[in-house]
């Protein structure tokens, strides 16, 4: 037996703070949790998170575009770094990893997108990192071989969103110019040239010229160059992606798992059309950078009406910012009642941990402890049911994935466990 003793506790299930408890672990389980007669530690114990939305958190090519992979060390890396965060268990959207073939103290669950319109796109886009195995495999391969869900479906890196951004248009400049421009400049560009929604008839000359000259790229680039580089990179795999999205809403309906989708400004109407027809839905990051504040909380008010899973994601909003500009559209659909789950993305190896956001939005005031933490555990683990079983609550009965951390600084993290091992 190992006793925790002392401590307040949030049990991811949205109910108040209890103060003051003893949580009995037997082996990898929770038995009871009970009033303390210890002296209180000032500390807080909440179920370990449950990310259902990472890249780079198994082998194998990265991203749904099929980038080369990452190395075995970086990602061993980014998992000691989401453990850190207090995240115990992961689902790995990159959609074409194979089965994992390392443990690694958290739990590491895949996503799929091995169905053939994502492998279209992502061939168009990149699939740099694709091998014949990969490509052969199905996602009913997948799905009987342990994946808990279908995505991410469509991707920033298929669907002309972050990952056009942050990767492929300044590495193509750069190639071009030898001038290294940020992902905000490249983002700057890209939507000069496709708007928020993509569409080559969005392009808009004297906002090309701005944003060049924003870029330091005046003189170096034309206008011409630049509608070439961004129409070249995004547009060719858009329309597949799109076409993707129902796609696998219709495999994600036939294997009965829920369909994880890339939410954004661009993908917007299909996404609806897809959550429509009634298919278990997480809509990722639906608090994405392309959205206009207004437009982000009526979708998800409509999405949410179809029975989705509206997801959050923290992006890059309060540490880097080299794509998102502030907290206001996570903060937005917080106030509005929408979210049901947070997640971090990627964001180009620059996330903010979960526990910073929840923290940020706590102190905000725009949503309660108890609840957040809920949409980071339990929320995730009853959205995913293959995901986290017995995990996401304290409870007695639960798998005893827990997180010690500073209730005045939640991702100041002291300790994590789990399955009652202290990691």
Do not use: W
Not at 21 to 46: F, N, Q, S
């Amino acid at each position: 037996m190992n006793v925790l003793q002392g401590y307040d506790l949030i049990d991811g299930q949205g109910t108040p703070i209890q103060r003051g408890v003893d949580i009995v672990i037997d082996g990898d389980t929770i038995r009871e949790i009970r009033p303390t007669r210890a002296e209180p530690t000032g500390m807080l114990v909440i179920p370990g998170l449950i990310n259902n939305h990472t890249h780079g958190t198994a082998y194998g090519p990265l991203f749904p575009s099929g980038h080369e992979a990452l190395s075995r060390e970086q990602v061993r890396a980014n998992l000691d770094r989401h453990l850190r965060e207090g995240t115990t268990t992961v689902m790995c959207v990159d959609g074409f990893v194979l089965p994992p073939e390392e443990t690694h103290p958290i739990n590491v669950k895949l996503a799929s997108c091995n169905t053939p319109a994502c492998l279209e796109a992502a061939t168009v886009a990149d699939g740099g990192g694709l091998t014949e195995a990969n490509r052969a495999f199905t996602a009913q391969q997948a799905i009987e071989a342990g994946a808990v869900a279908l995505g991410e479906i469509g991707a920033g890196h298929t669907l002309g969103g972050g990952g056009a951004s942050y990767m492929y248009i300044p590495a193509e400049i750069e190639k071009r110019t030898g001038v290294t421009i940020t992902p905000r400049q490249a983002n700057a560009l890209k939507v000069a040239v496709l708007g928020r929604h993509i569409s080559a008839t969005a392009f808009d000359q004297a906002a090309v010229e701005q944003a060049l000259a924003g870029a330091g790229l005046v003189g170096k680039l034309e206008v011409k160059d630049v509608r070439e580089i961004v129409s070249n990179i995004v547009l060719p795999a858009f329309d597949i992606a799109l076409r993707g999205i129902a796609e696998a809403a219709d495999v994600a309906r036939q294997f009965d798992v829920p369909v994880l989708v890339h939410n954004a400004a661009a993908s917007m109407s299909k996404v609806a059309a897809a959550a429509a027809t009634g298919v278990r839905m997480i809509a990722g990051h639906s608090n994405h950078s392309s959205f206009e504040l207004r437009e982000a909380v009526q979708h998800a008010e409509r999405l949410k009406g179809m029975g989705a899973v509206i997801d959050v994601s923290t992006l890059d909003t309060f540490g880097a910012r080299r794509l998102t500009t502030g907290p206001e559209l996570l903060y937005a659909l917080f106030e509005a009642g929408l979210v049901d789950t947070i997640s971090t993305d990627y964001a180009g190896g620059h996330h903010d941990s979960i526990l910073l956001a929840i923290d940020q939005a706590t102190k905000a005031g725009v949503v309660s402890l108890p609840a957040a933490i809920a949409m980071a555990t339990a929320n995730v683990a009853d959205a995913i049911p293959g995901i986290a079983p017995r995990r996401g609550r304290v409870v007695p009965g639960a798998i005893a994935d827990l997180v010690v951390t500073d209730p005045a600084n939640l991702h100041n993290v002291r300790m994590v466990m789990v399955s009652g091992t202290v990691v």
